[in-house]
């Protein structure tokens, strides 16, 4: 349906299906949507984008997702000292505080340990982490990766690591699906597997 | 999950929640998957977006969308001259562009007559239609408004509006999509496909 369609309008769709779920018939759709709004919209839309590009940065203590040096969480005096969730991703810690159900701080990895993918500890933000037990007197660390392989054989890495250091280590409870992801679980499922972690 | 995220991711997902099928879901993920894609991607679809509004416009003829004066289909000299295929929005006419079966010219009308919303003729290109029949010689019109009410009605109008001016004026058939079954077409439908059959 694409031929006779102006070049500008082609170059839309064309961005539009490289994100992720956009097909053909949709990115289509979209297109001509914004054809048909105001242009305020597409230059608000267009701005939104390369702001967040251009402002958001990984925070340096937890590498959280901040547009400062140090995130919004990171910054809290009132979060509980001592305890660290160790998560995958900023989304995963954005699951987890939708929760409400933990008060303390927090640790990006950045991804997950993956040997199929070449992806050890070095390419997440371990040394960082193991750095932070001694330098913030971590008690206690709750590791919150996917409840998958990957995210299995992270926390065993991680549980190895951390022991040595004297801190209690638990994992969320199964309470979340095998298989499943942090990021589409809801947030009653997600806080009772906080609650509901074991000590390893 | 939105508490704690930077005020520029939560600014693209505001902005992403006003497209059309994107809903709060659908808005974080798109927005995440900006943040973790290079740069570049960001930057090309909020320029695509930008560049479309900027240089997309109506043919000066027939109201399809250009970047031009005219369309590519008006300025092709390779379409069958005196035949116009009467469509709602552009989107319609590339939708017929692509089944190849016509060769002829359009006219875009921009829209509906809609009583209920207040939409009269003068808020189409319905007098550019009629000043055409005479200037290009037009002497045949398909109607190509879609088949539900406001589309039957404007489709009504356009025939009493164009027989005056001795135009052969016909409308695209009615009946069951290829694929459908009878069972499940509506009785309308149903009685129009057995009205129009086609002598084989």
Do not use: W
């Not at 839309?12 to 289509?28: F, H, Q, T, V, Y």
């Amino acid at each position: 349906m694409l031929s006779g369609t102006p070049p500008s309008i082609k170059r839309l769709i064309e961005e539009l299906k490289r994100l992720p779920g956009i097909g053909d018939r949709n990115a289509e759709r979209l297109a001509f949507h914004v054809l048909g709004a105001p242009a305020e919209r597409a230059e608000a839309l267009a701005r939104a984008l390369v702001m967040m590009k251009k402002t958001v940065r990984d925070c340096r203590r937890c590498y959280n997702l901040t547009e400062e040096d140090l995130c919004g969480i990171c910054r809290d005096p009132n979060r509980t000292e001592g305890i660290l969730c160790i998560v995958q991703t900023a989304r995963d810690l954005l699951a987890i505080e939708g929760t409400g159900q933990y008060k303390g701080r927090y640790h990006v990895l950045k991804g997950v340990l993956s040997p199929m993918r070449g992806i050890g500890p070095e390419d997440l933000t371990v040394q960082a982490l193991l750095a932070r037990i001694g330098e913030e007197g971590i008690k206690e660390v709750i590791l919150a990766t996917n409840l998958n392989v990957e995210g299995e054989a992270t926390a065993s890495y991680l549980l190895a690591a951390l022991k040595p250091l004297g801190v209690k280590v638990s994992r969320i409870a199964r309470g979340i699906p095998i298989g499943g992801s942090l990021e589409h679980a809801d947030a009653v499922t997600l806080g009772l597997a906080i609650d509901g972690r074991k000590e390893l």
